[in-house]
């Protein structure tokens, strides 16, 4: 009796180059057990992510042993259930916080970048992508003779919080990364969100974002990179957002 080897589907090959779910193939008319057995892994790693509670701590602490100064602020959030639900509280610093800043002004006055760290929608992210990012970023800015306020970690915070944090301090530039939405697949991912001269009339078309920030998508020393180009690109036009145009000519010498 003859044997026939079962036919190879093209798409398999395919999947070597992306993590993309392509040629999972089906058992009848259903998922195999294997793909649907990793979906629900995957959507369950990304429930996790967003509702993981965050350790500001940890990512303080990671900061610290680099030899850069943290502060610890806090939004009108009380809780994650809240800060899921009022996605308005999370772009609030609480009062405290803003008269914390406002004493201390006179002592950061006239610094270039204003950077806040917080869970956002993955803490995962944030404790484990933030510090290496900064770790790359922060000797490219200061080559430059950029000077940056301590780096603020900050819980249960909105993109829109690097307004009025900027604001207050009277940044010329802000920028916060932030745990990004979990995809089914990447649980740990970091958006960085910056702004040229932040206040509160600016909008999401004001700002640049670099997004996918971890080992497996953009790697933080790529984004560093990014960022780094994208903040001198910023500082030159007095721009950022849709306004900001990068030339051909790369910022980093």
Known sequence: MLQTQPKTDPWVGLTRFTPARIALGRAGASWR?????????????????????????????????????????????????????RPDLGRSLSEESRQFLKQNLTAWAGRHLAVLVSDGLSSLAAETQAAPVLAKLFPLLAQAGWTMFPVFVVPYARVKLQDEIGALLGAQNALALLGERPGLGSPDSLGAYLTWQPRPDKTDADRNCVS????????????????????????????????????????IH
């Open 212 to 251: 996918n920030i971890r080992p497996e998508g953009l790697a933080p020393a790529e984004a560093a990179q990014k960022l780094a180009q994208l903040l001198f690109h910023s500082q030159e036009q007095r721009c950022s957002g849709i306004s900001l145009k990068e030339s051909p000519r790369s910022a």
């Open 33 to 85: 057990t294997e793909t649907l057995l990793a979906f629900r892994l995957a959507h369950a790693q990304a429930r996790d992510a967003v509702w993981r509670p965050f350790d500001p701590n940890t990512v303080q602490h990671q900061l610290q042993q680099l030899g850069y100064d943290t502060v610890s602020l806090s939004t009108k959030t009380q809780s994650r259930a809240e800060f899921l639900k």
